[in-house]
């Protein structure tokens, strides 16, 4: 079974790091640098706000090289 993120922990994790009520800017997304299907956790070390165009292509790039 797939493991989900923990919305209130990001949203708690990205008013700490100054993004206001815990929201992304327009045309960014949260990443989860090592995904939660490969044992990943909702932690600040583990998540990054990137262009939703970036993260498209990150997660292209691993379905290309089979690890989703």
């Known amino acids: 079974m797939k ?4 919305a209130e ?5 990205l008013e700490k790091r100054g993004y206001p009520n815990g929201e992304v ?3 960014h997304e949260v990443h989860h ?3 939660l299907a ?9 998540l990054v706000v990137i ?3 970036k993260h498209k292509q990150i997660h ?3 379905r290309k ?3 989703e």
Request: charged share 50%; aromatic share 0%; hydrophobic share 15%.
């Open 3 to 6: 493991r989900k993120a923990d």
């Open 65 to 67: 090289r089979g690890e």
């Open 51 to 53: 262009k939703v165009s």
């Open 9 to 13: 922990k990001i949203k708690k994790i």
């Open 33 to 35: 640098i090592k995904p």
């Open 25 to 27: 800017p327009r045309g």
């Open 38 to 46: 490969k044992g990943g956790k909702d932690t600040p070390k583990n």
């Open 60 to 62: 292209k790039n691993r």
